[in-house]
Nanobody
């Protein structure tokens, strides 16, 4: 079965940048639409943050438009999230998932470990 592992998070100052990786095992990502989600304790869950389709169309939630970029790596098993101009409100655990692009929902609720992004001065 497809398993995804997130990496690349860390602590950065406001305005800084991070590049997150979503790496697949048990399959490749080129056959899937892939999205990024995030969750912060104490905050209401939000929907999908951004996603890339099978045809490599990309879509972004308004709060990250112009700051975040989702793209596929040169190999078939990796999707990246480049995050620039980070804000404190971006602080959260970030997760990737194969999604149904028509509903913007994960194909499975078997989340990976996620990667923590903390934006603080």
């Amino acid at each position: 079965q497809l398993q995804l592992v997130e990496s690349g998070g860390g602590l950065v100052q406001p305005g800084g940048s991070l590049r997150l990786s979503c790496t697949a095992s048990g399959g490749t990502l080129d056959s899937y639409a892939v999205g990024w989600f995030r969750h912060a304790p104490g905050k209401e869950d939000e929907g999908i943050l951004c996603f890339i389709t099978h045809d490599d169309d990309t879509h972004y939630e308004d709060s990250v438009v112009g700051r975040f970029t989702i793209f596929r790596g040169s190999t078939k098993n990796t999707v990246f999230l480049q995050m620039n101009g980070l804000k404190p409100e971006d602080t959260a655990a970030y997760y990737c998932a194969a999604i149904d692009a028509s509903t913007m929902t994960p194909l499975s609720r078997d989340w990976g470990q996620g990667t923590q992004v903390t934006v603080s001065s």
